[in-house]
């Protein structure tokens, strides 16, 4: 079965740091441009950094960059989110996703969610 | 930067209604849309991409229309396990613009 499994998330204070992490099965994860998207009761989904398929080319929400990184390892299958610096509007459920389709070097919906990991910020 | 605007933020039906979404670009995004559909506690799951393109596997009452900056996702004859909340998404561009979704309730 295709499947993303995240980990990583917790509980961490303000101006912390954490690593996401998102380890794929069941398909070919060099294959794909790869997504972090969050979600929070107030704002509702929120696209927050894309990977293409080796790593070269990365972006970011405007309104987040420099805070986050994204990279990837295809020999582990693994995508991962750096967050430094974490502030209380961080707080929310991290999901990975798969780009609907492989190789495609323009931007694309998500077909394949992960099930997510949950990040509080709190002092 | 492109804003989503979706429209409304509830609906209220009952199950055999035929239901409307709407979702408004604030500039061309040509047939870059994608219609996701997310239930309490879960992911959310793709339906339509392309404005009107359905997902193999997404039952035929669901339907997606429109282009530029005016799109639709249509239920017709909502069953009981559309119940959900929907968004729509932009993929224009690598800001990847969700609306703020809908949530179809039972009337």
């Known amino acids: 079965d295709v499947q993303l499994v995240e980990s990583g998330g917790g509980l961490v204070k303000p101006g912390g740091s954490l690593r996401l992490s998102c380890v794929a099965s069941?398909?070919?994860?060099?294959?794909?441009?790869m997504n972090w998207v969050r979600q929070t009761p107030g704002k509702g989904l929120q696209w927050v950094s894309s990977?293409?398929?080796?790593?070269?080319?990365?972006y970011y929400a405007d309104s987040l960059k420099g805070r986050f990184t994204i990279s990837r390892d295809n020999a582990k299958n693994s995508l991962y989110l750096q967050i430094n610096d974490v502030r209380a509007e961080d707080t929310a459920i991290y999901f990975c996703?798969?780009?609907?389709?492989?190789?495609?070097?323009?931007?694309?919906?998500?077909?394949?969610w992960g099930q997510g990991t949950v990040v509080t910020v709190s002092s | 930067d492109i804003q989503m605007t979706q429209s409304p933020s509830t609906l209220s039906a009952s199950v055999g209604d035929t239901v409307t979404i709407t979702c408004r670009a604030s500039?061309?995004?040509?047939?870059?849309l994608a219609w996701y559909q997310q239930k309490p506690g879960k992911a959310p799951k793709v339906l339509i991409y392309?404005?009107?393109t359905l997902v193999s596997g997404v039952p035929s009452r669901f339907s997606g229309s429109g282009s530029a900056t005016e799109f639709t996702l249509t239920i017709s004859s909502v069953q009981p396990d559309d119940f959900a909340t929907y968004h729509c998404?932009?993929?224009?561009?690598?800001?990847?613009?969700f609306g703020q979704g809908t949530r179809l309730e039972i009337k």
């Open positions: 996703a798969r780009d609907r389709d492989s190789y495609d070097s323009t931007p694309d919906c998500f077909d394949v």
């Open positions: 069941g398909f070919t994860f060099s294959s794909y441009t």
């Open positions: 990977i293409s398929t080796s790593g070269t080319y990365t």
């Open positions: 500039q061309n995004i040509n047939l870059f």
């Open positions: 392309r404005a009107s």
């Open positions: 998404q932009e993929y224009s561009t690598y800001q990847h613009i």
